[in-house]
């Protein structure tokens, strides 16, 4: 069983920085994307930052030009890097990767609390 493990969670001042990690317990095969979501209260799950496996990125618009999504392939590890945090970022972040052999598979980690306040 694949297990992800995420990292750099934390509370931070407006404006400051954060950089999350996901790790991955063994390799996993044939990965389509690796991706961040965030779930805040009340709210639906919803895409932050995704990378596929050529290198390309896709953002939320309302993380544009301060997240920077990145990942090292050699050992399957994630990484979000948040600058200018803002109150409205506060949320549970959470890693998934997307892998497709014969049929989709998505795994995820169990989430990292990020809050934003002063």
């Known amino acids: 069983q694949v297990q992800l493990v995420e990292s750099g969670g934390g509370l931070v001042q407006p404006g400051g920085s954060l950089r999350l990690s996901c790790a991955t317990s063994?390799?996993?095969?044939?990965?389509?994307?690796m991706g961040w979501y965030r779930q805040a209260p009340g709210r639906q799950r919803e895409l932050v930052a995704s990378?596929?496996?050529?290198?390309?990125?896709d953002y939320a618009d309302s993380v544009k030009g301060r997240f920077t999504i990145s990942r090292d392939n050699a050992n399957d590890t994630l990484y979000l890097q948040m600058n200018s945090l803002k109150p409205e970022d506060t949320a549970v972040y959470y890693c998934n990767v997307r892998a497709v052999v014969l049929r989709q598979y998505d795994y995820w980690g169990q989430g990292t609390q990020v809050t934003v306040s002063s």
């Open positions: 063994r390799r996993i095969l044939n990965i389509r994307t």
């Open positions: 990378i596929t496996s050529g290198g390309s990125t």
